[in-house]
């Protein structure tokens, strides 16, 4: 008896194409979570970016108008909740184009960075306070993300908990 060679199969079966689309959605699905994660890690750096530039802007404020350094320095000067962003600064006494006395520019200067906080980052807030670990320095806090300031040091130092959205920095007094 001749076995006929007319039904051997040629070409690929129904099931190498199936496996191949599941292969090809399981690699889809990595890339797509792999771009994801890099998404979030970008954001989380501008975040970051934005916020040390707020706290070196904040710095060098205090350091050009050294006369008003106790009123920069004093904790309750500052916001303590985040601005709504797109607010105006109300009525502050514009030190641009107008004469202010230390203490106002140092007014003015905080309202800026609050504001600046509260538009560049999400549910941003800064604030002066002292740093916990150090008697003589004080500490600039930045928070995004809902975290308040208080939440940024711990009674040993800086919270470097995963997740904190913090930004610190360190002026001597």
């Not at 960075?113 to 800064?126: C, D, E, F, K, V």
Request: proline share 3%; net charge negative.
């Amino acid at each position: 008896m001749k076995v006929s060679t007319k039904n051997k199969q040629r070409g690929v079966g129904l099931i190498e194409v199936l496996v191949a689309i599941l292969v090809l959605a399981i690699g889809v699905l990595g890339y797509a979570a792999m771009q994801l994660t890099a998404l979030k890690a970008a954001e989380d750096a501008n975040h970051r970016a934005q916020a040390t530039l707020l706290a070196q802007g904040a710095l060098e404020s205090f350091m050009a108008n050294e006369s008003a350094m106790a009123s920069y320095l004093d904790v309750d000067n500052w916001p303590d909740q985040t601005i709504a962003p797109g607010k105006t600064l109300g009525s502050l006494k514009d030190c641009i184009d107008s004469t202010c006395t230390p203490d106002d520019v140092a007014e003015w200067d905080i309202s800026v960075l609050a504001w600046q906080a509260a538009n560049l980052l999400p549910g941003g807030m800064i604030t002066v306070d002292e740093c916990k670990h150090a008697t003589d320095m004080s500490c600039v806090l930045v928070s995004w993300n809902q975290q308040t300031p208080d939440d940024c040091m711990t009674d040993t130092g800086v919270n470097t908990d995963e997740g904190t959205s913090c930004v610190v920095m360190e002026v001597s007094r």
